[in-house]
């Protein structure tokens, strides 16, 4: 219990530190509308440029989990013993350009490995914590039935691992999460990740699936400030994020690991949202999900524009592209997507649809390298 308690403690301590975040709550409020104004030609010029990540500038590690890294669709016909392996590893990462944060992870992304099974599957789950590791780690996966979804079995002091078996009863997408006091903390430095349970009967194909996952950061300094930036505590306490993200980093997404499609194909996104606190607005700019199973349901709705994704919940949404271009997942509560870091790039390749899109002008579009 000592080092629960140490860690309540440091919490509690940053908890006091008000300096940092009157300094950082002051320039916020003295930005003006003029501060504001912005020149537009493009739809990439409504978010910031991307960042790149260097990973010269600094020994911090890239954990930005790609879209593309997922298990694929399940073959099986029948039930089966599953055994998964996670393990928790505290490590350095870049959170943007010139910027570096301490994560919590499991597998050292965030969100951690996607996770797949079957509906009546055994899951025997694995957690090892990383014997580098200051703290306590567990693993809650809302897909269990059972005390705290691990965490009553689960709580694995650095260097050791513990163990427990689920039947995975109910089929959907979930969220897991780290459970360890103190819990929010554990969440924000990027300790959750997606059980998807498929349904017996398996999902319908699609030609590309991608797996995102948003989370808030509380780290002291605002985007454009460079550095190791400290974990704050009273900006958790006030759900007050920096940065609000896709894939554990500040447009994550946007680079080398924005995701690639072709105008026609069938496009199924497995959305999180780790929080800990706020509730996604999840928009895609240019698209509309033609069907959404909203909070995770086995049931479908058709044609919407945006899907509420609570804080611990998690949707998967299905939609065609139709024409070439660059499409924007966003969180649609927009500050968090034009300033805050939480947009990602669909790039999607083709031969463009008069009938359904056109543009008199003739606009580049950025998917399709210049038409
Ligand atoms: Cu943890």
Not at 22 to 28: D, H
Not at 228 to 254: K, R, S, W
Not at 316 to 330: A, I
Request: proline share 7%.
């Amino acid at each position: 219990m000592s080092k629960l308690n140490a860690l309540i403690g440091t919490v509690a301590a940053a908890a006091l530190v008000i300096s940092g975040w009157s300094f950082v709550s002051g320039g916020k409020l003295n930005t003006s509308l003029a501060d504001l104004k912005g020149t537009v030609t493009s739809l990439e010029d409504t978010v910031t440029p991307p960042t790149t990540f260097d990973a010269a500038k600094t020994a911090a590690i890239d954990i930005r989990k790609s879209p593309l890294d997922l298990p694929a669709a399940i073959k099986r016909t029948e039930p089966q013993k599953v055994v998964l392996n996670l393990e928790t590893v505290e490590v350095d990462g870049k959170l943007a350009d010139g910027t570096t944060y301490t994560y919590w992870t499991f597998n050292k992304t965030v969100p951690g490995p996607m996770l797949r099974v079957r509906e009546g599957d055994t899951v025997e789950l694995h957690l090892k914590n990383d014997p580098k590791s200051v703290s306590i780690h567990s693993i809650d996966l809302h897909a269990v039935n059972g005390p705290g979804g691990g965490a009553a079995s689960t709580q694995v002091n650095p260097g050791q691992e513990k163990v427990f078996t689920f039947k995975a009863l109910n089929p959907g997408v979930y969220v897991y999460h780290c459970a360890s006091p103190h819990i929010p903390t554990h969440i924000a430095q990027g300790m959750y990740g997606m059980i998807v349970v498929e349904p017996k009967e398996g999902l319908a194909p699609v030609d590309r699936e991608f797996y995102v996952m948003q989370g808030e950061i509380y780290a002291a300094g605002l985007p454009a400030d460079k550095g190791h930036q400290p974990f704050n505590g009273d900006l958790m306490f006030d759900e007050q994020p920096n940065y609000v993200v896709f894939n554990g980093a500040f447009q994550a997404l946007t680079g080398d690991k924005a995701m690639t499609a072709k105008a026609g194909e069938r496009i199924r996104l497995f959305v999180g949202n780790g929080g800990p606190n706020l509730i996604s607005s999840f928009h895609v700019i240019g698209e509309i999900f033609d069907k959404v199973h909203e909070e995770g349901a086995t049931e479908a709705t058709s044609n919407i524009q945006t899907t509420l994704i609570p804080a611990g919940g998690a949707t998967w949404v299905e939609f065609t592209v139709d024409v070439p271009g660059r499409y924007m997942l966003v969180d649609h509560s927009i500050s968090r997507a034009i300033n805050k870091g939480a947009v990602a790039y669909l790039d999607v390749t083709g031969n463009p649809n008069e009938e359904i899109y056109h543009d008199p002008m003739g606009h580049p579009s950025p998917g399709t390298g210049g038409h």
